[in-house]
C-alpha cells in the first residue's frame, strides 16, 4: 500500500507565501516524477509543476517565476514553495507521484494525495 499524505494548505492573502508538503509512505522502491496539480470546482485539474527523480522541473506558464517545486529523495516527499500568491491560485492542491513500488519490477503506478485547499483573498 502506498499513501501520499500532503499539508500545508490554508487562507492567506493576496501577496502573501504557502508552503506545501506531500510525503510518499508505503511500499515504495523508487519513485519517478513527482508533481502538484490543481482544480478549481467545476474545471479540469491543472497541471502546476513538475519535477523528475534527477530534479528537472516544469512549471505551468501562470505560475512561473512565483512557485518553486522541489523534492527530497530520501524522504520520499516533495514540497511546492508559493510567493506572490494571487486569488487565481485559489484551488484544491493534489500531489501526484508515479512510483515504482518493487525492485523486481519495472512497473510504475500513478498515485494521488487526497488535496489540500490553499485560498487566497483579495
Known amino acids: 500500500q502506498v499513501q501520499l499524505v500532503e499539508s500545508g494548505g490554508g487562507l492567506v492573502q493576496a501577496g502573501g507565501s504557502l508552503r506545501l508538503s506531500c510525503a510518499a509512505s508505503?511500499?515504495?522502491?523508487?519513485?519517478?516524477?513527482m508533481a502538484w496539480y490543481r482544480q478549481d470546482p467545476g474545471k479540469q485539474r491543472e497541471l502546476v509543476a513538475s519535477?523528475?527523480?534527477?530534479?528537472?522541473?516544469n512549471y505551468a506558464d501562470s505560475v512561473k517565476g512565483r512557485f518553486t517545486i522541489s523534492r527530497d529523495n530520501a524522504k520520499n516527499t516533495v514540497y511546492l514553495q508559493m510567493n506572490s500568491l494571487k486569488p487565481e491560485d485559489t484551488a484544491v492542491y493534489y500531489c501526484?507521484?508515479?512510483?515504482?513500488?518493487?525492485?523486481?519490477?519495472?512497473?510504475?503506478?500513478?498515485?494521488w494525495g487526497q488535496g489540500t485547499q490553499v485560498t487566497v483573498s483579495s
Open positions: 508505503g511500499s515504495i522502491a523508487s519513485i519517478n516524477a
Open positions: 501526484y507521484a508515479k512510483i515504482r513500488r518493487y525492485f523486481y519490477s519495472t512497473r510504475e503506478y500513478d498515485y
Open positions: 519535477i523528475t527523480s534527477p530534479g528537472t522541473t
